[in-house]
């Protein structure tokens, strides 16, 4: 079958749950399908999970355009080698120096693909969202942590290990509130959803977010983004006073990558971005603003995400697109089929 014929897969393999979208080589959306990520379980189960997904994913796409399956890309969050489409290591969910793509590639009949999953966001915002034409780019996402990504001429940048844009690990605090990767004072550890459902506990068990203890009491994994937003609508100051503290870290960390990389543009989304919305963005642009040293005022952009829990499967499906041409043109690569 023609490749222009064909349908590319895009999966976000997250740490809660997992979403996939089927589009065709120019993009168009054919259908999605998501699922739980198996809680505590070993590399064996998460992979049964994802084929899963996939399979009920493809049977949808095929039904509607009558089309097989052309690539697949995942993104994955933690360090690969993605010429060996081997994930290095993922937190809570097994993998360690696992060759996921070939696997997978194997299962499909199909080259797969690995991407990091907040580089394959910010590459889905470059390709079809907010950051169309942009050149020199940052891509910050905000949920149970806080990720990122770079652009430089265009194309993703990944650093000399792949490991480039982890924003969220950029130390804003000395001492500070500890992060989950051993330090102190991260980005993340004062703007992510973790930092604010933390932040936000505290304040409850002071009496100032009541609606937030009468629905999480003192659990974090309660607090997820849509319960800390209806505690704020609801009017619990103690919840706006934590959320309000992490939009104003995350301008501290945006007024860092302003000076450092002076992108044009930079695309803020997540989970927490997307329940929040342009509030939480304009609370953290003014932060931004505050930090930044005279004359760099304006020089950057800073966009919403326009495709919101899509953007990783987005970009997880161009990578795998433009993978698949590569390799009818040339030896497979990044795990892909050989």
């Not at 969202?129 to 996402?141: I, P, Q, S, T, W």
């Not at 966009?303 to 970009?315: N, W």
Request: with cysteine.
């Amino acid at each position: 079958m023609p490749k222009d014929e064909r349908i590319y897969i895009g999966v976000d393999l997250g740490g809660t749950k997992i979403l996939a979208a089927a589009f065709d080589s120019k993009l168009k959306l054919l259908a999605t399908e998501k699922a739980k990520t198996p809680r505590e379980a070993d590399a064996t189960s998460v992979v049964q999970a994802l084929a899963d997904v996939v399979r009920r994913l493809v049977a949808q796409a095929e039904a509607s355009s009558g089309r097989e399956i052309g690539g697949v890309g995942v993104s994955v969050p933690g360090p690969l080698d993605r010429a060996k489409g081997i994930v290095r290591y993922t937190p809570n969910m097994g993998f360690k120096d696992y060759k996921l793509g070939s696997e997978l590639s194997s299962l499909f009949g199909a080259p797969v693909f690995l991407e990091n999953d907040v580089q394959a966001g910010v590459y889905g915002e470059l390709r079809a969202g907010a950051l169309r034409g942009k050149l020199n780019a940052v891509g910050v996402f905000v949920g149970t942590g806080v990720g990122g990504g770079i652009v430089i001429d265009g194309k993703l940048y990944r650093g000399s290990t792949g490991s480039a844009g982890e924003v969220g690990h950029m130390i804003l605090q000395e001492g500070g509130a500890a992060c989950g990767c051993g330090n102190y004072g991260c980005l993340e550890a004062l703007a992510s959803r973790t930092a604010m459902a933390k932040d936000a506990i505290a304040q409850a068990s002071t009496g100032k977010a009541p609606i937030l203890f009468s629905v999480a009491g003192s659990d974090l994994r309660k607090c997820r983004s849509s319960v800390l937003f209806e505690a704020v609508e609801g009017g619990d100051k103690g919840v706006k006073k934590a959320v309000d503290r992490a939009a104003s870290w995350l301008g501290v960390g945006l007024a860092n990558l302003v000076h450092v990389l002076n992108p044009e543009a930079i695309v803020v989304g997540g989970g927490v971005v997307t329940r929040f919305g342009q509030k939480f963005l304009d609370r953290a642009i003014a932060s931004m603003e505050d930090h930044l040293m005279p004359g760099l005022s304006g020089t950057a952009e800073i966009l919403l995400s326009e495709l919101g829990d899509l953007a990783v499967p987005t970009g997880a499906a161009c990578i795998a697109i433009e993978g698949s041409r590569r390799d009818e043109d040339g030896p497979a690569r990044d795990g892909g089929k050989r």
